[in-house]
């Protein structure tokens, strides 16, 4: 069984510039998450959607940030205009259940952002 | 709000020694999931272990065992036998049965570095 893809691995940009992530959950799974892991902290959620509507994106900065899963398969992730602050890793993770507790979550390889 | 506490930044331990990692959380639910991942330094999340609130006996998956104290709010994560594949940070995380958002929320890590 295929994992979670995502894409690129690396980015490196300017600040004010913008960037975008991707990612493939497992097939199947009706909710992906993507958290932001900056270096040294435990990931934080920015968005997590079931099927192709949000279910909480209280975290995440609207002013430059924004995501789409469009048909409920692939997620975008896009950043613009970036900060400094924004360097970290993106990861995404999807999981089989719409509801509850149970159940782990599968996560992609990360996508590591540097703005310099 | 859900918190979860991990107050070894770092642990240090000899090959084939036992080794536990500290995590404590907070939540008003009745119902919830304990889970632990390693992230090796390539930065994937590998699902090691779940405990839910309402299960009897303590997790064991492998070397891994979850020692699960509900009065204390308690998860440590017990690795017997280490090996030098097992030097990697450790994050404690933990779902709820909020309706909602039934995302992830995670520690902030520890390092483990075992030692031949």
């Known amino acids: 069984e295929a994992g979670v893809a995502q894409s690129p691995r690396y980015k490196i940009i300017e600040k004010r510039q913008s960037v975008a992530f991707w990612c493939n959950p497992i097939?199947?799974?009706?909710?992906l998450y993507w958290y932001q892991q900056i270096l040294g902290q435990g990931p934080k959620l920015l968005i997590q959607?079931?099927?192709?509507?949000?279910?909480?994106d209280s975290q995440l900065p609207k002013d430059r940030f924004s995501a789409e899963r469009l048909k409920g398969v692939d997620s975008t992730l896009k950043i613009q205009p970036a900060k400094l602050e924004d360097s970290a890793v993106y990861l995404c993770?999807?999981?089989?259940?719409?509801?509850?507790?149970?159940?782990?979550?599968?996560f992609g390889e990360g996508s590591r952002l540097t703005v310099l | 709000a859900q918190k979860i506490t991990q107050t070894q930044p770092g642990m240090f331990v000899q090959e084939k020694e036992a080794v536990t990692l500290d995590c404590t959380y907070d939540?008003?639910?009745?119902?919830?999931?304990l889970f632990w991942y390693k992230q090796p330094s390539s930065g994937e999340m590998i699902f090691l272990i779940y405990?839910?609130?309402?299960?009897?006996q303590n997790a064991t998956e492998g070397r891994y065992s979850l020692n699960f104290q509900k009065a204390r709010k308690s998860a440590n994560l017990v690795i017997s036998a280490s090996q030098l594949g097992d030097s990697a940070m450790y994050f404690c995380?933990?779902?709820?049965?909020?309706?909602?958002?039934?995302?992830?929320?995670f520690g902030a890590g520890t390092r483990l570095t075992v030692k031949p």
């Open positions: 939540t008003s639910d009745p119902s919830y999931g």
């Open positions: 405990q839910g609130s309402y299960d009897q």
């Open positions: 995380a933990m779902r709820d049965a909020s309706w909602g958002s039934n995302d992830m929320r």
């Open positions: 993770a999807s999981s089989l259940q719409t509801g509850g507790y149970t159940g782990e979550l599968f």
């Open positions: 959607f079931q099927n192709n509507g949000v279910v909480d």
């Open positions: 097939s199947g799974h009706a909710t």
